[in-house]
Structures are given as C-alpha cells and as structure tokens.
C-alpha cells in the first residue's frame, strides 16, 4: 500500500534555530499538507498546497513557516527560527482528489519536534 | 456552532458491547465526511468515507444525517484492538483543507 513518509522521526532543536522537516507524498497524489498536534490536543491544520502554490493556510502558518516542493517528490516544511510553542507532532499529508474526495487523505506517521 | 465538535468521552465498554459516537459540524455545503482513528502517538488514519447517507464496514457503520448536519459512527461487538481515539473530520469551507474534530476516546476493557 503507498506510503506518505516523513522524516525524520524526532527532531530536537534549540529555540530560534531554522529546522526542516521533509516529506514524500504519496506519487500520483496532487494535493499535499501539514497539519501539526500538539501533545493532548486535536490536530490542527497548517497549509495545503496544489499547483506549487499554497492553497490556504491557517492563522498558526505565520512567516516564520513556509513550504516547498523543490523537486516534484519531496514537500517540505520550513520553521524559520523555532519557538517553545512550536513543540508538537508535525503530519505530512496527501491526497488525490481536492478535500480527499472519498479517500480523505494519507498521513505519514509524522515528525516530533522538541524545542528546547 | 463550531466547524466540528465531538463528545470527547472517555467512553469505557465492556468487550462485545455496541457504542456510537455523534459529531455535528457547521458547514452545510460539506459533501464528504470521514472518520479517522488515531492510537497514542500515531499518525490519523481512515476508517471510513460517509459521502452519502450512510456507509458500513463490518462492525464499523456511519450515517450522515444532512438535516441536522450530524455524522454517527457505530461500533459493533467492540474488540480490544477498537481502544482509540475517534476523529469526525470534515471539509473546511473553501474545500482546501480536512477540518479535525477533537476525537472521541474509546477504551474496551475485558
């Protein structure tokens, strides 16, 4: 079965430090995101992204964040200088049909982020 | 109303038993629904799809109820293996995004 995979698994980084997190979606999927969770709480939408533009974005994807899809296999997710509140599990996701008509979407088993 | 909200329970059952879950959401232009279910630590992953009035997967059945704008979903002799979180999870408004309900917390005890 395909497989969106992220890595890496857990990233430890120091507050105001640039991180990256990388992604690869699913090949024949045209629609792709992030969503993050916060340790307890429900998960949170970040940006979709179709056409190399992002789509909509949430009042959390503030300019410290930005997305890429350099290459036409990898999305990435760009912090540029990471804060305490920036802790969280980061999902990847995608889809084949815009809001995942039928088969919602596919999530790869996310990347951890500790700031500390 | 908020875009999604689920009970976020816990709901404790007995191995066997029969437990539903309801979810209301807001925007009443939504064509698909979904149920995810996510263990501890894990990423979301697809139950089921409910795109018209209903759908059902073995134990697992999902109505939609356009009226009311409220999604069920039904568990049939409960296992184990169901103890998860359950996330009603809807389209957002401008369809460029799945909006997540909190989750609803099951736990089936032998």
């Known amino acids: 079965e395909p497989e969106v995979t992220q890595t890496p698994s857990h990233q430890v980084t120091q507050m105001g430090q640039e991180v990256i997190l990388r992604c690869v979606p699913i090949?024949?999927?045209?629609?792709f995101y992030w969503y993050r969770q916060i340790l307890g709480q429900k998960v949170e939408f970040l940006v979709s992204?179709?056409?190399?533009?992002?789509?909509?974005k949430s009042e959390i994807f503030d300019d410290q964040f930005s997305v890429e899809r350099p290459d036409g296999s990898n999305f990435t997710l760009k912090i540029r200088s990471t804060k305490l509140e920036d802790s969280a599990m980061y999902f990847c996701?995608?889809?084949?049909?815009?809001?995942?008509?039928?088969?919602?979407?596919?999530f790869g088993s996310g990347t951890r982020l500790t700031v500390v | 109303r908020k875009e999604v909200e689920q009970d976020p329970g816990p709901f404790n059952v007995p191995e066997g038993a029969t437990v539903a879950f309801n979810c209301t959401y807001s925007?009443?232009?939504?064509?698909?629904f979904f149920w995810y279910r996510q263990d501890c630590r894990k990423e979301p992953k697809l139950l089921m799809s409910?795109?018209?009035s209903g759908n059902e997967d073995g134990r697992f059945t999902a109505q939609l109820n356009r009226a009311s704008q409220y999604i069920s979903l039904l568990i049939r002799d409960s296992k184990l293996s169901d103890s998860a979180t359950y996330l009603c999870?809807?389209?957002?408004?401008?369809?460029?995004?799945?909006?997540f309900g909190a989750g609803t917390i099951l736990r089936v005890k032998s």
């Open positions: 925007n009443s232009a939504s064509q698909s």
């Open positions: 996701a995608s889809s084949l049909y815009r809001q995942g008509l039928r088969y919602g979407y596919t």
């Open positions: 409910v795109y018209s």
């Open positions: 090949s024949n999927h045209l629609y």
């Open positions: 999870v809807v389209p957002g408004e401008y369809g460029n995004k799945l909006v």
């Open positions: 992204f179709y056409n190399n533009e992002i789509s909509e």
